[in-house]
């Protein structure tokens, strides 16, 4: 069964710095990976979607990178800003159509 | 496109009633997913519909829940005889057809079973 796992569970940081949200997963046999952003009860907003032929993938301020084998991924976002805050959550696809989400990371950007 | 649409956004009910969620995907996608997230938790996998055809349910969807896609459009999630273990955000999501399609999701629909 695929575990996905992210840390930290929370992180604050003043606003114009960069940070990294970390994912692993235990089945490194994936499909693709996707990052979301989810607003205090709100759905989830997609982010990037990583194809596990693919190293990486940017958007904006936002590079997420894959490496499959290790079973590990990275969200960097530079400069953040408050309106960054929210919980990021990192989704993986095997085989077959469901998403195993980790727990997610909650972010604060203080100004 | 609007995206993807639930209704109601939050539901309050009382144990032992039935409740009823719908869910409009973005139009050209065939694909629909249904997830319940727990607060502080992941979302988890219900259910998935290509078209109108249910092929795969998670064990998580006991035999209270039902879900329907009758035209391969809209589609609607049921919970019969509501317990308090069932409040939740469920969270309706669809894609197009392919392994490396992007799942786009709806605002979820709250559930309080008081």
């Known amino acids: 069964k695929q575990e996905v796992t992210q840390i930290p569970a929370a992180l604050s940081v003043p606003e114009g710095e960069n940070l990294v949200l970390n994912c692993s997963f235990t089945?490194?046999?994936?499909?693709?990976l996707q990052w979301f952003r989810q607003d205090p009860g709100k759905g989830l907003t997609s982010l990037l979607l990583?194809?596990?032929?693919?190293r990486e993938q940017t958007s904006g301020r936002l590079n997420a990178s894959l490496d499959k084998s290790s079973g590990r991924s990275t969200l960097y976002i530079a400069a953040s800003q408050p309106g960054d805050s929210a919980t990021y959550l990192c989704?993986?696809?095997?085989?077959?159509?469901?998403?195993?989400f980790g727990k997610g990371t909650s972010l604060l950007v203080t100004p | 496109d609007t995206g993807v649409s639930q209704n109601p956004r939050h539901k309050i009910t009382k144990r032992g009633q039935n409740v009823t969620f719908r869910c409009d995907p973005i139009?050209?996608?065939?694909?629909l997913y249904w997830y319940r997230q727990t607060l502080g938790q992941g979302p988890e996998f219900l259910t998935y519909?290509?078209?109108?055809?249910?092929?795969?349910k998670s064990r998580l969807l006991s035999d209270r829940f039902s879900a329907e896609r009758p035209k391969g459009s809209f589609s609607t999630l049921e919970i019969q005889r509501t317990e308090q273990g069932d409040s939740a955000m469920y969270l309706c999501?669809?894609?197009?057809?392919?392994?490396?399609?992007?799942?786009?999701f709806g605002q979820g629909t709250r559930l309080t079973v008081v």
């Open positions: 519909f290509q078209n109108e055809a249910q092929l795969e």
């Open positions: 139009s050209e996608h065939n694909r």
């Open positions: 999501a669809s894609s197009l057809q392919g392994l490396n399609t992007e799942a786009f």
């Open positions: 990583i194809q596990s032929s693919q």
């Open positions: 089945d490194s046999a994936i499909y693709n």
């Open positions: 989704a993986v696809r095997n085989s077959g159509y469901a998403l195993n």
